[in-house]
């Protein structure tokens, strides 16, 4: 255990606590709202490379015309396309949205299997998808989805030093106690919308600074 991986519990504890001032990230957001896994998991589609602001917006218009895999299935592409060409690569999302929803029905009985791997054959699905989709759709333990987010963080706060998110994915299942797995994701992508930012991080401001890597070797002088 090194001098920064002992202080997780306190890290953790403190991002929980300032969680109550940021909102909450949009997957997130539906599945608590709607809890049902297909939108959980058209939610996660296009909020790729998106702004949860414009993800929002574009997920309630298009549930408001097509909630369910079947109904999905049954809406031309370019209904879709329009419907959400405000997120980017629409055209792509567009496409495996339906495509997914047509598998759904063809092959799953309509329902979003609560498997993993199954999950996994999806086409446009990978591993941060498929993990929140068990995660925050099913409820489901035992998973840690790494987005920017996830990745950046801890790697900052020197737990892990990877390059990849999958291994970050791998290095924090290893050091992170399994409580802490369920809620890593959402409370990782509000502290890193909010405080920890990908260019100009607030440091000023961040309550975890005494206990990260990052801010002593970038801001505290040299002994």
Request: hydrophobic share 35%.
């Given at each position: ?54 993800t929002d917006i574009v997920s309630r218009k298009l ?129 890193g919308q909010n405080i920890c ?27």
């Amino acid at each position: 255990m090194s001098v920064y991986t002992r202080n997780i519990s306190e890290v953790m504890r403190i991002i929980k606590k300032e969680a109550h001032r940021f909102k909450q990230p949009i997957v997130t957001e539906v599945a608590e709202r709607d809890e049902d896994p297909f939108l959980v998991l058209v939610s996660c589609i296009l909020s790729l490379r998106t702004r949860d602001a414009v993800t929002d917006i574009v997920s309630r218009k298009l549930f408001s015309i097509a909630n369910t895999p079947k109904k999905m299935s049954q809406l031309p592409l370019k209904k879709i396309e329009n419907v959400v060409k405000s997120v980017n690569y629409y055209k792509t999302k567009a496409r495996r949205i339906k495509e997914i929803s047509f598998k759904l029905i063809k092959e799953y009985n309509g329902k979003v299997p609560d498997n993993f791997d199954e999950l996994m054959k999806f086409k446009g699905v990978g591993r941060k998808t498929a993990n929140i989709v068990m995660c925050y759709g099913f409820n489901k333990s035992g998973y840690i989805a790494v987005d920017t987010h996830v990745h950046r963080i801890p790697n900052r706060l020197g737990w892990i030093k990877t390059k990849t998110p999958e291994k970050t994915e791998e290095e924090l299942k290893k050091i992170l106690p399994k409580k802490y797995w369920h809620d890593f994701n959402d409370l990782f992508v509000q502290f890193g919308q909010n405080i920890c930012l990908p260019r100009n991080p607030r440091c000023n401001v961040c309550p975890v600074s005494r206990y990260c890597k990052y801010y002593k070797e970038m801001y505290l002088p040299k002994l």
